[in-house]
């Protein structure tokens, strides 16, 4: 069965960093393109960025230069690194398995605040 | 960057009745090579992440009840409920795969009548 579990959210201040983890089970992740997609409160979805199985990668204007998805094969595991964050950065943050989305975390909350 | 629009906002059905969606993109998203639209349709109901329905525009994700179809090609798409549901109620999104950033629509709530 397909898993995604992620962690790693929280309160932070304005300018902070944050990094985000999506551990994947039932599947590999460098077989799959890679996203991350999040929800500000009581908003829609908003992409954010994709790590494609050969590994190139690619970002929502919003956050490129301030956000680096990786992946780490050891452990089957997807990063999203913050840094420079807004309060309009503040949302639930998912992980999501493939170019149509077809699995998804129950998402990881960040809260972007002084 | 492609932009996805879609209407209504909002659309109140009553049970056993047929709901439609529709979603427009501003470039098409349909790749000669395969002849597929990067295109799909999701469900997300409160407190829960996005369900993924449709994909390609027209295929059905495994389990997906058959009252959900989507149709269209290029730049139009329409997702369609048969017939209405009481666990149907919720909001839905498309979304374009084609180029990144893959951009969602802001979404559809449906609400019973």
């Known amino acids: 069965e397909v898993q995604l579990v992620e962690s790693g959210g929280a309160l932070v201040q304005p300018g902070g960093s944050l990094r985000l983890s999506c551990a994947g089970s039932?599947?590999?992740?460098?077989?799959?393109?890679m996203n991350w997609v999040r929800q500000t409160p009581g908003k829609g979805l908003e992409w954010v960025s994709v790590i494609y199985n050969g590994g190139n990668t690619d970002y929502a204007d919003s956050v490129r230069g301030r956000f680096t998805i990786s992946r780490d094969t050891s452990n089957n595991t997807l990063y999203l690194q913050m840094s420079s964050l807004r309060a309009e950065d503040t949302g639930v943050y998912y992980c999501?398995?493939?170019?149509?989305?077809?699995?998804w975390g129950q998402g990881t909350l960040v809260t972007v605040s002084s | 960057d492609i932009v996805m629009t879609q209407s209504p906002d909002s659309l109140a059905v009553s049970l056993g009745e047929r709901a439609t969606i529709n979603c427009k993109s501003s470039?098409?998203?349909?790749?000669?090579?395969?002849?597929?639209?990067?295109l799909a349709w999701y469900q997300q109901k409160p407190g829960q992440p996005p369900k993924l329905l449709i994909y390609w525009a027209s295929t059905r994700e495994s389990g997906v009840p058959d009252r959900f179809s989507g149709s269209g090609s290029g730049t139009d798409f329409t997702l369609t409920i048969g017939s209405l549901q009481a666990e149907d109620v919720a909001v839905y999104y498309c979304?374009?795969?084609?180029?990144?950033?893959?951009?969602f629509g802001p979404g559809t709530k449906v609400e019973i009548k």
């Open positions: 999501a398995r493939g170019a149509a989305h077809r699995s």
């Open positions: 039932g599947f590999t992740i460098t077989r799959n393109y």
């Open positions: 470039q098409s998203v349909l790749y000669s090579s395969d002849n597929k639209n990067y």
């Open positions: 979304q374009q795969f084609y180029r990144a950033p893959f951009s």
